[in-house]
């Protein structure tokens, strides 16, 4: 029989790791964005850096997040790289969200019209000025919607990190399943928390927008 | 156990992958054209309710649907096989995505479709069937596409749910052989062999309804 109250018992304990889950999907986000740029910068730096990122960045597109953190947990201590498992699975989650940030920055840059880069080019600003001062924040402007879309649906792969054993929201929920031989209500409670949790996200990212724009309107 | 023995044990898993991958697409197209047309046809609480069941299949982490529905169903005395558990999540967190792209395929056409074929004297649902949705089925197809990509990767997850697929096998060739690395390389690759043609077509197909869109020159 399913056992209400003590599901709601182990409401406290998940949202005690609701804390991993949000700190996780932060420094992901960053570092997925940071990479992603980075990529997507090589990538328009030259033809031969331009083939091999576009491979990169295919490859990462096209495996499934789940084995890419297998494969980095599982194959980084063969050649005696050992990190915490927390550490691995930002990097990874980071690493796979790159892949469609880079592609989101691509569409963002080519909206800039080509006269700001010759504008750039007779002021005589460098490569890495006229990245930094021209076309970021010009691109940031266009990819604003997007971009925060990735970052919510980046909130929803942090529980794949519980198959290394992160203790985030759903290995928590796991956790309390196999120590009580009951998870149906562990997972429930998971299950509500998490979609309330993406739905809130999901409106102040959509609400960040609005601001966002409106403030780059004036 | 040389690379290509380990690529073998991996591409045993191939056919429960194919297995889950049809079975979804099967809950997941018809749950993506029917509220999609839902949510576009109707208003008021109808449309409020399909909203709701999109929004739940669509905002939930699909590993945390997956780990829900296979750990809670039975206590509602519904024992399902993991196949039909895993086609059912994967499937309908898929549709809840695809319902948007029908929707927002839908809601692009020129308004004056709708008014000319009411004003033919055709019913609400010959306009439907006849005029919006044969024009809206084109501008749907690359976001088809890339959603199938998404199911492939998805499917990893049924490894979890004890099911044999291509990820299932890579761990326990690594178990068996503790060479997790020629494993795990393998299984990326063999996503990739799968999903790279799909990926190219993907962009192939976008690139060429934007041309379309343009007027044909670009």
Known sequence: MFDFPFMLSTVPVLLKAMGTTIWVTLVASIGAALLGFSFEIARRSGRYSGYAMRFVIDFIRSTPILVQIYFFYFVLPQYGVTLPALVIGVFALSLYYSGYLAEVFKAGIDSIPAGQFEAAKSLGLGRLDTTLLIVLPQMLRAVAAPMGNYFVSLLKATPYLAVISVHEMLGTALDIGSETFRYPEPMIAVGIIFLVLALTIAQAVRWLELRLLASLKR | ?218
């Open chain 2, 1 to 218: 156990m040389s690379f290509l023995d380990v690529l073998s044990v991996i591409w045993s898993g191939f056919g429960v992958t194919a297995e889950v991958t049809l079975l979804s697409l099967a809950y997941g197209v018809p749950f993506a054209l029917i509220f999609g047309i839902l949510q576009f046809t109707t208003q008021g609480w109808c449309r409020h309710a399909a909203t709701i069941v999109i929004e739940f299949w669509r905002s939930s982490p699909v590993i945390i649907l997956l780990f829900v529905f296979y750990y809670a169903l039975p206590l509602a005395g519904l024992t399902l096989q993991a196949m039909s558990v895993a086609a059912l999540v994967l499937g309908l967190n898929i549709g809840g995505y695809g319902s948007q792209a029908v929707r927002a395929a839908l809601q692009s056409l020129d308004r004056g479709q709708y008014e000319a074929g009411m004003a033919m004297g055709l019913t609400r649902i010959q306009t439907l069937m006849l005029i919006e949705l044969p024009q809206a089925l084109k501008a749907m197809v690359p976001t088809f596409v890339n959603l199938l990509i998404q199911l492939v990767k998805g499917t990893a997850l049924v490894s979890l749910i004890t099911l044999a697929d291509m990820t299932y096998k890579a761990k326990s060739v690594a178990q068996m052989t503790f060479d997790p690395a020629s494993a795990y390389m393998g299984l990326l690759l063999s996503y990739f062999i799968i999903c790279y043609p799909l990926t190219i077509l993907g962009r192939s197909l976008e690139r060429r309804l934007a041309v379309a869109k343009e007027g044909g020159h670009v």
